[in-house]
């Protein structure tokens, strides 16, 4: 195994393009693992670590641009107020010493439906800055799973940043779990309410082949909200719409039995992480309508 | 955020009661510092706390080769040919072994039936079985070219539960069996059965108000130790070998490693490395065998580490089992009968299965008195891994189903679950369903009663004018739940485990003791052969030496073959046994000591010759308190050093027919409460706080005994809430072998505990200790699940409890 250390981001886009079966490596989390149980031995590691640039964020006017390898740690620290819901997920990873280390990136790179970021980023609305020596795109969240454990990306490419829109109103975030911590999820679900489009979106982890948006759900619950004028009068949404909305997520998803934990049961569990969530950024929305109106 | 309040409560949450019976009488050393009954520190503590502290796996040796054993990737199967041809061919490969390349006719190995093989012959029994090793000079290649070797299999049908293995078609996991169990076991694919009837629980059953019944499941654990297992074996210019190895009983290895090596057993060196915790899952060999053999092959030093995935084939786990349990109870709330049965599953190899058996059927209704009882235990032989010694060892599994079924009965009867137990419980002078007579303190009313007196943690402490803290709520900071669908239940649950080898097993142990003056101080130096897993000995040993002998100064000698067994680093024994074998010891040098004093000083002095003496603060002293002589002037050059064995009481065999006999020496009680919040509607729990109560007898070091109280509780947490080893019914092969999907608690699943320390001491055991490693992992267990079942008002007959069982999903 040939061990690549790109000094800059330039070096790194040319050894990809000269060895296209290069994994890339920056925190390791998911990479080493499989190294170390003997289940991928690629012919080439290709080291990011040295690519300074990857570890930077700018907040833009509508979004931030997070680089590929901004730890866990940092987006918890310093972007809690504008991805409230990739901040929640990424209390979630594994244990501080990993946090410090794994960055989105990472994730977006293995594609695995457990992957704790990918229910934030599907709600939250994002798109995955990728490049190679032919130039740079960028790829919808929604257009970027393509299968188990398998992205949009092309061979000559790496991801570079992942520019999440900032919110524009709650955001949730939940996974189950066995345990209080250190745990791969048996299934995860982010909500994003976005108040300036009056649109909702979701993301469910690891309760389908990719993560994926409960688009069914998002819809009936984006017209309940319009057809009674909630967005505006803030009232409480009613049990039968939450519920609604809950087995509409539920049903968005095609989960398995592992030795995780049954499909049953994830089904179940998105449900009523589904409804609970809707119940705290509806809470918070109606909550912050009420400030501002005090305010005025 | 309010700041957390959940973890250890070690200074805090722990406390040593006043002691209800007549403290033992310590004459020698209550004026010695860091002796018996004091906290001192371990001397690996910061080592290890520090990451400086050096583990089997970190040996090396100049010119080293790495081992690698290549595992069977099937549970059963023949094997139709093996060619490691294209493995010997590899550059850096310096040796490659199959059974046929084993030196002697000793070709087996076992703890008590000699059925494992070093390698697989012609068959392999479970999944990860050791095939063949091989030795290179670097990991990565021994890695490699073990996956060269071809093994052609033909599968054969797994045996994977009681109805598998005794069907009457049974393919027979052990053809030909020879071993002294073979003649009465109903199956030959039972290692060992164990009934044990007293009284008619026939008839008694006539005289109950009510009868309840239970079938119940016990989930595959495993001990999880953070050291894997590792060693190295350097080849000695005398033909022999030195194993530098973690383990739990040196010389049990020595016992199985000599025969297959040729080599008598002086000739094997061993020698204790540092271990990572051990729980049971090193009394049985592991890379022993495979290192000392490359070596000897090779000539050269050989190393052998084990990665996680392989650590869990690499060891035996606790035997997953069935239980079916009947009580009745007359209305007043005493208990009429029980008659239970107990189905171990021992997997392809006995490792410790018989002894399991044992004790799962003679502490098979727990710390109760009961007169009609027909109880009975077997362990099977199937395909699924081995399973052996697990801290706990067959009275863990008893003790979850008892326990709920007593919860059951209380219900029933509408008694409160405690009282019930109290009406019920076992004291002093009771008789145990082997008709043993229980001749020490055995206060069980008493714990309970301390573990419920404790007071409450506050309810829905999750709550705070910002909002819910997610992390005083089940799923944490995973934010699961602001506090819908929580529920809080309480439970309890007590426990009754055997201390020390029964059924008549001679279990001594050795120590050396060595007094003399270095640089003008007196030294003591203790040298035993006990595996220091984690469990304090060391520490311990050194304080029975001050205590013993008034010293300040004492030395650890490392643990190796060079001084005479110790027995096992396990059944809570070591303290007991070795820690008995020291003071004896210690004992006997004293004696010399006074001996030498009264030749050199007896006539300066008539105390010498009419009072009692003692060693104390490096002098000897008269039990009124007088000064003789400094003990630096008494040895001057001399060295006095005693080896000597020492034994607790005898004990017998089990009736094989009725289970009657003395069996046991002594007894270890734990209770415990446990308050869990359930997130009933996501099937998460959070135990918020496990209390202990235990009678430890004597706490030769506090800070110990509750260490090993809170981390026995956790453990049991662990395989009431998480811990499990799935093995697939139909392959019979092992699907989580990872700290990826094997969970143990994290700090954040670890509740308070708060422990309430009895001390009633046992006359017969030194000091009046008594074994304390493992009660707390048997009442913690069902104390969860009863505060679940409290919680939910499931039936829960089966641990660990996972999310689909509490939401019906």
């Known amino acids: 195994m040939d061990f690549l250390r790109p ?7 040319a050894a990809k393009a000269e060895h296209p079966t290069a994994v890339p490596i920056a925190g390791g989390t998911d990479v080493m693992v499989e190294i170390n149980f003997d289940h991928r031995r690629p012919e080439y590691l290709l080291d990011l670590n040295r690519v300074g640039d990857l570890y930077e964020w700018e907040v833009g006017q509508d979004s931030v641009r997070l680089g590929a390898s901004v730890p866990y740690s940092r987006i918890m620290e310093s972007l809690r107020a504008e991805l409230p819901g990739l901040a929640l997920a990424s209390h979630t990873v594994a244990s501080p010493q990993i946090r410090n280390r794994g960055g989105v990136g990472g994730n977006l790179g293995t594609a695995s439906p457990a992957g704790d970021a990918h229910p934030a980023l599907l709600a939250a609305g994002a798109e995955v800055e990728a490049e190679s020596v032919r130039g740079s795109r960028r790829i919808p969240i929604d257009a970027f799973y393509t299968g188990v454990k398998r992205n949009a990306l092309a061979p000559d490419e790496l991801i570079r940043a992942v520019h999440v829109k900032k919110a524009d109103g709650p955001q949730q975030y939940s996974k189950v779990g066995t345990r209080n911590a250190m745990v791969i999820a048996v299934c995860a679900f982010g909500l994003a309410l976005h108040p300036e489009t009056r649109t909702v979106r979701t993301g469910i982890g690891s309760a389908a082949p990719t993560p994926v948006r409960a688009r069914t759900a998002e819809e009936f619950l984006e017209a309940a909200l319009e057809e009674d004028g909630f967005w505006d009068n803030g009232k409480i949404i009613t049990p039968s719409v939450a519920k609604q909305f809950a087995d509409l997520c539920a049903a968005a998803c095609n989960p398995i039995d592992d030795v995780r934990g049954t499909a049953r049961y994830r089904r179940h569990a998105v449900g009523v992480m589904a409804r609970r969530t809707l119940t705290w950024t509806w809470e918070s929305y109606r909550g912050a309508r009420r400030a501002s109106k005090g305010a005025a | 955020m309010p700041s957390p309040t959940s973890g250890f409560d070690r200074a805090g949450g722990a406390s040593i009661g006043a002691p209800l019976g007549t403290p033992v009488k310590v004459t020698q050393g209550s004026r010695t510092k860091g002796g018996v009954g004091e906290s ?48 010997l061919a590899t550059p850096g490969v310096y040796a490659v072994m199959t059974y046929d390349d084993l030196p002697t006719d000793v070709k087996h190995y076992g703890l008590e039936i000699q059925d494992t093989p070093v390698l697989a012959h012609g068959k392999v029994r479970h999944h990860g079985e050791p095939v063949a090793i091989v030795a290179a000079d670097h990991p990565e290649t021994a890695r490699r070219a073990a996956a060269k070797i071809k093994v052609e299999y033909r599968e054969l049908p797994v045996i994977t539960d009681e109805a598998s293995a005794t069907a009457p078609d049974a393919i027979l996991v052990h053809e030909n069996r020879d071993d002294h169990h073979v003649g009465h ?200 891994p081995p399973c052996g010694a697990m801290r706990g060892f067959g009275a863990v599994q008893a003790c979850f189903a008892y326990e709920a079924q007593m919860d059951k009965v209380a219900k029933e009867l509408g008694l409160d679950p405690v009282e019930f137990r109290q009406r019920n419980a076992m004291e002093q002078g009771a008789l145990l369903p ?79 003791v060595r007094m003399e003056v270095v640089a003008g101080e007196p030294v003591a130096t203790v040298h035993t052969a006990m595996a220091e897993v984690g469990q304090g000995g060391v520490t311990v040993h050194a304080q029975i030496a001050r205590t013993e002998l008034g010293v300040a100064q004492v030395t650890i000698h490392p643990a190796n073959t060079e001084v005479g067994s110790a027995g096992s680093t396990s059944a809570s024994r070591q303290t007991y046994v070795t820690g008995g074998a020291v003071k004896n010891s210690c004992e006997l040098v004293r004696e010399k000591v006074l001996e030498i004093g009264r030749r050199r000083f007896g006539s300066h002095h008539p105390a010498w010759a009419t009072a009692e003496l003692l060693l104390e603060g490096g002098k000897v ?141 046992d006359d017969h055991a030194p000091y009046g200790l008594r074994g304390i490693g493992e009660a707390p992992t048997l009442s913690s267990t069902p104390a969860v699940l009863a505060a679940i079942r409290n919680a939910t008002g499931l039936e829960l007959d089966r641990t660990p409890v996972r999310p689909e069982h509490l939401t019906g999903t």
């Open chain 2, 434 to 512: 082997t008709g043993q007579r229980v001749d020490s303190p055995a206060p069980v009313a008493e714990l309970l009663r301390r573990v419920k007196a404790m007071p409450l943690p506050p309810e829905r402490q999750w709550e705070s004018s910002e909002g819910a803290d997610v992390r005083q709520l089940p799923g944490g900071l995973s934010n699961t739940t602001h506090g819908e669908g929580v529920v809080r239940g309480i439970g309890y649950a007590v426990g009754i485990k055997n201390v020390g080898f029964s059924e008549g097993f001679d279990d001594y142990s050795t120590a050396k």
């Open chain 2, 40 to 87: 001192t520190l371990r001397p690996d503590g910061t080592l290890k706390v520090t990451g400086e502290f050096a583990y089997s796996s970190d040996l090396w040796h100049e010119d080293m080769l790495w081992g690698q054993i290549l595992r069977s990737t099937v549970a059963h199967a023949e094997i139709v040919s093996l060619d490691t041809s294209e493995a």
């Open chain 1, 7 to 13: 000094a800059s981001w330039e070096e790194a886009l």
């Open chain 2, 185 to 384: 076991v109903p199956h030959p694919n039972i290692v060992h059965r164990q009934p044990i009837v007293r009284g008619d629980a026939d008839a008694a059953a006539g005289r109950a108000d009510v009868v309840v019944r239970g079938e119940y499941t016990f989930g595959m654990q495993d001990q999880a130790f953070l050291g894997p297992e590792s060693g190295l074996a350097v080849p000695e210019e005398d033909g022999g070998v030195h194993l530098y190895i973690a383990t739990q009983w040196l010389h049990s290895d020595l016992r199985q490693i000599a025969p297959v090596l040729g080599l008598p057993e002086n000739k094997v060196r061993m020698t204790l490395a540092g271990v990572g915790g051990a729980f049971g899952g090193r009394e049985d060999l592991s890379m022993q065998i495979h290192a000392c053999l490359l070596a000897l092959r090779t000539g050269k030093p050989v190393k052998i580490v084990y990665n996680r995935f392989e650590s869990f084939f690499g060891h035996v786990h606790r035997h997953p089992a069935k239980l079916f349990y009947e009580h009745g109870a007359t209305r007043d709330g005493k208990l009429t009968h029980v008659k239970c049965r107990i189905v171990l599953d021992g997997g392809a190899y006995a490792s410790a299965s018989p002894a399991v058996v044992g004790n799962a059927s003679s502490l098979g209704i727990g710390p109760y008195v009961v007169d009609d009882v027909d109880i009975e235990a077997i362990a099977l032989y199937t395909n699924n």
């Open chain 2, 621 to 761: 002293v008269t039990d009124g308190g007088e000064v003789l002589a400094d003990l630096v002037d008494v040895l001057a050059d001399e060295a006095v050093e005693v080896e000597a064995q020492w034994r607790h009481r005898p004990t017998e065999p089990f009736d094989l027919r009725t289970g009657q006999g003395n069996g046991h020496v002594q007894y270890s009680f734990a209770a415990h409460r446990a308050v869990v919040e359930v997130d009933t509607e996501l099937g998460l729990v959070k135990v918020i706080e496990l209390a202990c109560a235990q009678d430890v007898g004597k706490a030769l070091n506090p800070l110990s005994v509750i260490g090993q109280i809170q981390g026995g509780t956790t453990q049991g947490l662990g395989v009431a809430v998480m811990e499990e080893i799935i093995v697939d019914p139909k392959t019979a092969k092992v699907r989580n072998p990872s700290f990826t999907d094997y969970l143990i608690p994290t700090i954040l699943d670890t509740p308070t505990i708060p422990v309430d320390v009895l001390e009633l001491a």
